[in-house]
């Protein structure tokens, strides 16, 4: 295992988790992975790896995972020293990582995958020395992205918010209960004082602040197509605060009462203030009787989805599995 603990970077999908990927991937003792979601779908789903039919298994499958295709790993290698230790999954994913971490010529890896902080107890557990940092937005900013990025959103406001809800208090639960392993970074903060920022996370992880993190050279597609933001192109490595408080003209009056409504509590918590929104007598009746009762019954059907994958296990998409070259 590496000399020091891993670098996990949790949160949701536009909260600022690919603008934290690229200025750690630009440091030079630490190597970034992105979306390879070891924890989400292999993660205890192939049985006691001391049997040698589970983990080949394992392994076979993330051969054919595309997002760990693209990271090149030496299979035949990563097997056999495995199999010379301890035979858990988080040391299988350390061995992994660490292939591409030595490769780049780097001491320390970090990974940055979606909704990490749903894993932080086992990994925290296994990694005595791992940091994560848990990346949060404004929800009504988050929210209004995604629109802007995809033009809708499945399950509305209300699986929106619910999404946003479950990651927060994740948020609030682990960094009350490690408080030196786990950091929560608001986005609007980064985005702010990328610097001042970087510096304090850099103090938190245990390594030295170095102004190259600011040049995203360590990830050079994310650097060239030009930063954090779904609201047009950005010069490249430019680091733009106008995306916060964007929602204000993206969202509807409607959706910001409702999304205030479920979520506000939390949200003052974080430090986002409530909008004020003028819907006048009919707006509200619309409101009270039409949007609440559909966007509750939308944030309850994505709890109940997500009970049910959190049972069953999140196994790997088929659209994201390929043949590995060589295979017929």
């Known amino acids: 295992m590496s000399d020091r603990g891993p670098v996990f970077v949790a949160g949701l999908e536009r909260s600022g988790t690919s603008l934290m990927y690229a200025l750690l991937a ?13 924890w989400t779908h292999f993660f205890g789903q192939y049985g006691d790896l001391a ?32 199999v010379a230790g301890a035979r858990t999954y988080p040391r299988l994913f350390d061995l992994l990582e660490m292939q591409v971490a030595h490769r780049l010529g780097k001491r320390r890896w970090g990974d940055k995958s979606l909704n990490t902080e749903r894993y932080a107890d086992h990994l925290l557990a296994a990694y005595p020395g791992a940091r994560v940092l848990h990346m949060i937005r404004d929800p009504r900013d988050r929210f209004a992205s995604s629109l802007t990025r995809w033009k809708v959103r499945r399950g509305g406001v209300g699986a929106g918010t619910a999404e946003w809800l479950a990651s927060a208090r994740l948020a609030e639960h682990h960094s009350r209960w490690a408080p030196d392993r786990y950091m929560v970074v608001r986005y609007e903060s980064l985005v702010s004082d990328p610097e001042g920022m970087l510096r304090a996370i850099c103090g938190f992880i245990g390594e030295d602040y170095t102004p190259a993190m600011l040049s995203m050279d360590g990830a050079s597609r994310f650097k060239t197509e030009g930063g954090n933001s779904s609201y047009g192109s950005r010069a490249p490595a430019e680091i733009s605060a106008d995306s916060v408080g964007r929602f204000r003209a993206v969202l509807s009056p409607r959706d910001i009462a409702v999304m205030q409504r479920f979520a506000g509590e939390e949200m003052l918590r974080f430090g986002y203030e409530l909008e004020p929104v003028s819907l006048g007598v009919t707006g509200r009746v619309r409101v009270a009787l039409g949007a609440l009762p559909l966007e509750t019954a939308r944030l309850l059907a994505w709890r109940a989805r997500e009970a049910y994958r959190d049972r069953r296990g999140r196994p790997v998409p088929a659209y994201r599995i390929v043949e590995p070259a060589g295979v017929a």
């Open 26 to 38: 630009s440091h030079p003792e630490i190597a970034m992975t992105r979306r390879t979601n070891l």
């Open 51 to 82: 049997d040698d039919a589970n983990l080949d298994r394992c392994l076979g499958m993330m051969r054919r995972y595309r997002r760990l295709v693209i990271l090149d790993i030496d299979w035949e290698r990563l097997r056999s020293d495995f």
